[in-house]
């Protein structure tokens, strides 16, 4: 009412209700208020705008969760390309969206590209945010459940360790695993 219907603090309503209604697995209201977010953004702060790129990975990370990854694909890469452009690619934004990608192309089944964007989102994590921040532990886990999901549990157990350390839960249960398994 005070704002209007088109103000960038509207649309970061809009996409806090969203990631409400996500939280509760109402994926029909997610969707409407985080497209909502997203037509505000585009037409408010244009095309290339970091708050733009959020709205279109955050479309793209529910539509993951909901298995769609034809949908996912296209708005993960246009978040990662205005990342890219705005504010450049040794970003920690940037790494993100290289992690997100990744993500979405390991549950696709394409493992190389998977693995050379987790290996480029750890690179520039570790290169602009340093070796001891909290981010690099979230891409050091998913490279390590990579390296799981796609058999090598030793390369699995040698990232967590190095990344998280053997105290961690995954790295204790990859351990686990393997001593099992022989």
Do not use: W
């Not at 970091?50 to 990854?69: D, F, Q, R």
């Not at 452009?85 to 993500?103: C, F, I, R």
């Not at 058999?151 to 157990?157: N, R, Y």
């Amino acid at each position: 009412k005070v704002l209007g219907e088109e103000h960038p603090d509207t649309a970061a309503s809009y996409n806090n209700l969203a990631e409400i209604y996500r939280s509760m697995g109402k994926y029909e209201e997610t969707l409407l208020f985080y497209e909502k977010a997203l037509v505000i953004n585009e037409k408010i702060l244009g095309e290339e705008h970091p708050n733009t790129a959020s709205s279109y990975n955050n479309l793209a990370e529910l539509y993951k969760s909901m298995g769609n990854y034809k949908e996912a694909r296209p708005l993960y890469e246009k978040a990662l390309a205005i990342r890219e452009k705005v504010v450049g690619e040794e970003h920690p934004d940037t790494a993100a969206s290289y992690n997100n990608l990744a993500g979405l192309y390991e549950f696709m089944g394409k493992y190389e590209e998977a693995l050379s964007l987790y290996e480029k989102a750890l690179a520039i994590s570790e290169k602009v945010l340093g070796e001891e921040h909290p981010d690099i532990a979230v891409i050091y886990n998913n490279l390590a459940v990579y390296y799981y999901n796609t058999g090598d549990i030793d390369s699995a157990l040698q990232t967590a360790q190095k990344g998280l350390g053997e105290e961690s839960d995954l790295y204790q249960q990859l351990l686990s695993l393997k001593n099992s398994a022989q």
